[in-house]
């Protein structure tokens, strides 16, 4: 923390400016993010149980399902409560844990959606050498290192942004501690500092995508020399649910942090309605995307559903039997 820092609590503003929509967007939210929980804990079930899914992409869509479980976890349950309270402080390591977890597990879709690439590039490329190529090992070490260099850029951040001083206000004009609307607060947040941030934002969202870009231009590329129609309309196919999600995720997330801010209140209304369409809109979607394109993922799902349901009933019996 900064030397000269004499704000010890930040005040989340998010929506006070619509006092009389906190109810209804309390009730929008939470039925977004029990929908979210169901979706992808039903994907992640759906993969567990499904042997037919024991498969480097259906490990990563494990994965990206479960960082994105955990995205929402950081942000929408600290939101719930803000829109029914009163106080809407938050504390200063606070902020920066929520920060820290928000950054390093989004850093982490990313990658992951940079390894989704890759194994599908990997399977069109060399399908008969993919079972060697993609092994359990290969994805382990692909998602682990996600996770790692996801975190440090995440931690990088926090140490610049919490290295400032803040001495004025601290009134956080978000409904959760985003970067842009707490160095704003900041009484010494040099040029140099913004220049360094949106390096490690660029970092991040830049370098995967053009890593994802890379991935499909040699897809394409192989694919287009195929001489079936056929073929190539089951290799693009395989890629069109992940192709679908990172059009989704980067458009979102680059409108966010890329673009050039400004500090009226303007431009901070359109980041909180899209960091809300970012927190809440692309989780669920993204289950969606990969539930409704993907026979596969539909039969694991019915599949799953089916003996979730008969799995109850059956606790039932043998709670009654014991009485």
């Known amino acids: ?6 704000v010890s609590t930040f005040l989340l503003w998010g929506f006070s400016s619509f006092p009389e929509l906190q ?26 149980l499904s042997h037919n899914l024991h498969t480097p992409m259906y490990f990563f869509l494990f994965g990206l399902s479960f960082s994105e479980t955990c995205t929402t976890m950081v942000i929408i349950p600290r939101m719930l409560v803000d829109l029914l309270s009163q106080s809407k402080t938050i504390s200063l390591p606070e902020c920066a844990t929520q920060m820290f977890f928000f950054f390093g597990l989004g850093a982490n879709n990313c990658f992951i959606l940079a390894a989704m690439s890759y ?19 290969v ?31 601290n009134t956080v004009r978000h409904f959760f ?22 390096a490690f934002t660029a970092f991040v969202l ?19 020399k195929m001489p079936s129609a056929k073929g ?7 890629c069109s649910s992940h192709f679908t999600v990172v059009s989704i995720h980067y458009g979102f997330a680059c409108f966010v942090y890329l673009r050039p801010q400004n500090s009226d209140s303007d431009s901070f ?19 969606i995307v990969y539930s409704l394109r993907n026979k596969e993922m539909q039969v694991a799902l019915r599949k799953a559903l089916g003996s979730i349901t008969e799995f109850f009933p059956q606790m039932v019996n043998k709670r009654a039997q014991n009485i």
């Open 1 to 6: 923390m900064g030397n000269h820092t004499t």
């Open 23 to 48: 109810t209804l967007l309390f009730v929008v939210v939470f039925s977004s993010h029990v929908a979210i929980l169901l979706a992808n804990v039903s994907i992640m079930v759906a993969i567990k």
């Open 119 to 137: 194994d599908r590039y990997t399977a069109i490329h060399n399908p008969l050498r993919y079972p060697t190529l993609m092994t359990r090992k």
């Open 139 to 169: 994805c382990f070490q692909l998602m682990m290192a996600s996770v790692v260099v996801g975190f440090l850029v995440s931690l990088c951040i926090i140490i610049i942004v919490f290295n400032l001083s803040f001495c004025d206000s």
């Open 177 to 198: 501690c985003d970067i842009a609307p707490v160095v704003s607060l900041a009484c010494n947040y040099t040029f140099f500092q913004k220049m360094v941030l949106l």
């Open 206 to 224: 830049v370098g995967s995508f053009i890593l994802i870009m890379i991935s499909y231009v040699f897809i394409v590329s192989i694919v287009v």
């Open 232 to 238: 190539r309309y089951k290799a693009f196919s395989t």
């Open 269 to 287: 209304s359109e980041d909180t309605l899209m960091a809300v369409t970012y927190t809440v809109l692309t989780p669920l979607l993204n289950p």
